[in-house]
């Protein structure tokens, strides 16, 4: 008995945690889990793709890879005054293959979210569309809003995407 007791001390209790980049539109912070980037790279010269869909910036060359550009502001639909350009970040995601650069203001740091400080997202939040939401992390002092990269696009719209880079 005093053995069973001992296993049972002996083991930890693990509380599960995630990583989140945090980033800036705007003055909106936001967040997304650290698995779902490639890299980080800073803004660089973009090449204009005519007749591309209103929310690509353009496309750049990264070590040999054509990759679009997404204007992440424009695509979640929000407004206001864009950060200081020389701050602006590529946060780099593969979605279906295919790497593609979501742009932000700024990226702040990396922070760790234990699981239960991460809520379901609230029905409406500012107009984002939900679907791109994979929670809300609560803060000390504030929420932070958790996108999932995944989901700002849709099938449709990144083979749109990959037939730009062959035109």
């Known amino acids: 008995m005093l053995s069973n007791l001992n296993k049972k001390a002996a083991k930890t209790v693990q509380i599960e945690e995630k990583q989140f980049i945090v980033f800036l539109i705007g003055e909106e912070q936001f967040g997304v889990d650290v698995k779902q980037a490639r890299e980080i790279i800073t803004t660089t010269d973009l090449t204009f793709v005519p007749k591309a869909p209103d929310f690509v910036k353009g496309v750049i060359n990264l070590r040999g890879e054509i990759i679009p550009i997404i204007d992440l502001k424009r695509r979640l639909g929000l407004n206001g005054s864009t950060g200081d350009v020389e701050n602006q970040k590529i946060i780099v ?5 295919s790497l593609i650069g979501m742009q932000v203001d700024d990226v702040k740091e990396m922070i760790r979210l234990y699981k239960k400080d991460i809520a379901t997202p609230p029905k409406i939040v500012k107009g984002i569309n939900r679907d791109y939401l994979s929670g809300v992390g609560k803060l ?5 809003i958790l996108l999932n990269l ?17 035109e």
């Open 150 to 166: 995944n989901k700002i696009l849709s099938e449709e719209e990144i083979l749109e995407l990959d037939r730009m880079e062959m």
């Open 140 to 144: 000390e002092d504030k929420l932070l």
């Open 93 to 97: 995601v593969e979605l279906d293959n």
